[in-house]
């Protein structure tokens, strides 16, 4: 006959509490690095104070981007691109044959990958999410996410080569502040619909970021003097400071005093060795 205690129940579900909080942490700490870097970034340059949730605050778009529209035109770019790498290579070693052989995969690839795109911008970042297949599909697929911080970036450039122009492709480049590097390290985004007015999106966004900044330095200067003027100093000090406030201007005059003192000890010490090395001897006089 076996007994159940009254509290093996609640052990149970204390157990089962336990293993579920245990998996939870261990999901959280198998989550990319990246992007957790990115919402702690993304936190602290928020004027919320706490961190919150990054899906909540990517619900907060102002702007998206479409790349749809160019997705034909894309694809042909890239087609012919790749079709004319393939007849150099043809010309110098023979790669290029296998080249234009694998050029339906490449196909594949392509609209595989404009699909997938999503590019937005939210109050904090520029966010772009790509689901990318490997060069052999049957592999899987790689998955990127690029956080950028809209107080990082210095413009918006609009670019489109002669090739690209054939085609109506562009590509735009964000620029970080900071030291100049390469055009190769920053960010680059080809296919997409409107590039004009993602750069004003984000250029007006940038704008209202530094306004609100300076309206809040402006603010916070001119609230100082109201202070001041408004309220005491020992209205608003505690006892303890406001006595050491109230001594503060005494202090100085201390320090005169003891300095005075200083130098009048030190000339007595001066006179006393003078008597010493020349003493005086007095004579009678008859």
């Known amino acids: 006959m076996v007994v159940v205690h009254p509290s093996t129940p609640v052990m149970l579900c204390g157990a089962h509490v336990l293993v579920t909080k245990q998996f939870i942490d261990q999901s959280m700490e198998s989550k990319d690095g990246v992007v957790e870097i990115d919402c702690l970034e993304r936190g602290l340059l928020s004027d919320s104070g706490p961190l919150e949730d990054c899906e909540s605050e990517d619900e907060a ?46 196909r594949y690839i392509l609209r595989k990958d404009i699909r997938s795109r999503k590019l937005f911008v939210t109050p904090n970042a520029i966010v772009y999410k790509v689901v990318r297949p490997v060069p052999f599909p049957c592999f899987g697929d790689l998955k990127k ?23 109506g492709v562009y590509s735009i480049r964000i620029e970080n502040v900071g030291v100049r590097r390469p055009p190769s390290d920053d960010v680059q985004i080809q296919g997409i619909a409107n590039p004009v007015a993602f750069r004003k999106a984000v250029l007006t966004r940038l704008s209202n970021m530094r306004t609100e900044a300076f309206s809040r330095q402006v603010s916070a200067i001119e609230d100082g003097p109201n202070l001041r ?30 300095k005075l003192e200083e130098v009048g000890s030190s000339v007595k010490r001066v006179q006393s060795l003078i008597e010493e090395q020349y003493p005086q001897t007095s004579e009678p006089v008859d």
Request: proline letters at 5%; a negative charge.
């Open 145 to 167: 996410e690029k956080h950028v911080l809209l107080p990082s970036v210095a413009d918006i450039v609009v670019e489109q080569g002669y090739l690209q122009s054939l085609f």
């Open 229 to 258: 003027m408004g309220h005491s100093p020992a209205a608003w000090m505690s006892p303890s400071k406001s006595f050491r406030h109230d001594s503060f201007p005494h202090s100085g005059e201390l320090i005169i005093l003891q």
């Open 61 to 106: 778009v102002l702007y998206t981007a479409s790349f749809e529209e160019m997705e034909e035109n894309y694809v042909k770019y890239q087609t012919a691109q790749w079709v004319l790498y393939s007849l150099l290579l043809i010309l110098a070693w023979g790669i290029g044959l296998f080249m234009i052989l694998y050029l339906p995969v490449r």
